[in-house]
């Protein structure tokens, strides 16, 4: 087995490439092919596409993986993070020898068990019990091997009414949790695992969650994850990398990961102007925010017990007696954190206004963070009315002054989350 820094290597990708053909022989009828070559051959229009589609795309390559450099390790649990047709769930074929690369090569120390779609590998006409013994099959384990597994897959599964039920019988719902079942107890050295938890509940997938985590750093095995769900990324993963356009664009550590999928982290500022920036639909117009500043300091770093002044400048087209202000603090990842509003309202009048607001943020926790403001009346009847609103008016981040050797108060976002408490008291003992 190689190692490397006294770890074991479980996977390795080197200069693996992908590529596709766009729109080529393979995706119809051999009559249907015919026509479109002869088409082709003449100079004409393909009769076999759909009305509209664009035909400097026929002929075309598509690299769906273009240059990936990887190493896994054993025990390790790896996020893999992007937008839509950014190349994970290409690589995770890949690995599961789905398909083959176009370039490059790809070592895998270990079985996988794989989970790729609700269903993989499972057959619709054998029941629940079938599909388990064929999937333990295809991994190379014994009969005898299966059986000693067997009870634990069908507690876990919560399926254990229909397990001599064909599978094509299942629900969705009941598809995720007996694949899971399967992946995650046969003897398999590493699992893959591609946004498999989306259709099972909340509380299935907390469970799921335990189990990978315990499967990691229990039982040594390598876990590979791609979610769209950042809070499932951070409670598992050691490790995470950002795809885009088939390539890797970021590796390491799991929060800075997530703040390069966002687009977070550099666009802090003392000034934003809002002029141009598009609003929800919600908002009504009746006010239009112009800018919104942070004042009273050279750059936008709050330190433990400073305050935030912000003064906002807005046009109001009639008076207002009621005008409320409030603001959703959210981390670098687009994760709320809380809210405050103003209490008294304020009372605005037509034509060009100022406001500025003090925010006292004693327990805010370290780290980067951006504020969402609003405009709004509550009429009287009660219901809200917003007028504006501007998504990231303002940017900031949270520091402790403390010294570089001092550890005692560094923060761990991903675990602790973004509120610090009071230190607790002892009252006995």
Known sequence: MDKEQNREIAIRLSG?????????????????????????????????????????????????????????YKGEALGIIGSNGAGKSTMLKLLCRVTAPTEGEIDLYGRIASMLEVGTGFNGEMTGRENIYMNGAILGMTKAEIDAKMEDIIAFSEVRDFIDTPT??????????????????????????????????????????????????????????????????????????VMDKGRIVFEGDVEEAIAVYYGKGSSLQLLNNCEHTTREPIADGEVHIHTVQILDRESPVVYEGEDIKLKITFRAERDFPGLAFRTIFFTSASVPVGMAATAPQLDVREGENEAVFLFRLPQLAEGEYNGRVVLYEVNEYGAEIVHDVVNAAFAFQKAFQTSVND?????????????????????EG
């Not at 766009?22 to 026509?35: C, V």
């Not at 550890?407 to 009252?427: A, D, E, H, M």
Request: a positive charge; one cysteine or more; aromatic letters at 8%.
């Open 407 to 427: 550890t005692s108060k560094r923060w761990n976002q991903q675990y602790w989350g973004s509120v610090v408490f009071p230190n607790i008291q002892v009252l």
């Open 168 to 241: 094509k019988r299942y629900s969705s719902g009941m598809f995720v949790k007996l694949a899971f079942s399967v992946a995650a107890h046969l003897d398999s050295e590493i699992m893959i695992m591609d946004e498999v938890l989306a259709v099972g509940d909340v509380r299935f997938q907390k469970k799921c969650l335990d189990r990978m985590r315990a499967a990691a750093k229990k039982e040594g095995r390598t876990v590979l994850y791609v979610s769209h769900n950042m809070n499932t990324i951070r409670q598992l993963c050691d490790r995470c990398i």
């Open 16 to 72: 693996v490439k992908k590529k596709y053909k766009l729109g080529q022989i393979g995706g119809a009828t051999l009559s249907e092919e015919l026509r479109s070559w002869w088409a082709k051959a003449r100079g004409r229009e393909d009769p076999n596409l759909p009305i509209g589609t664009d035909q400097r795309l026929i002929g075309q390559t598509f690299m769906a993986l273009n240059g990936v450099d990887l190493t896994v």
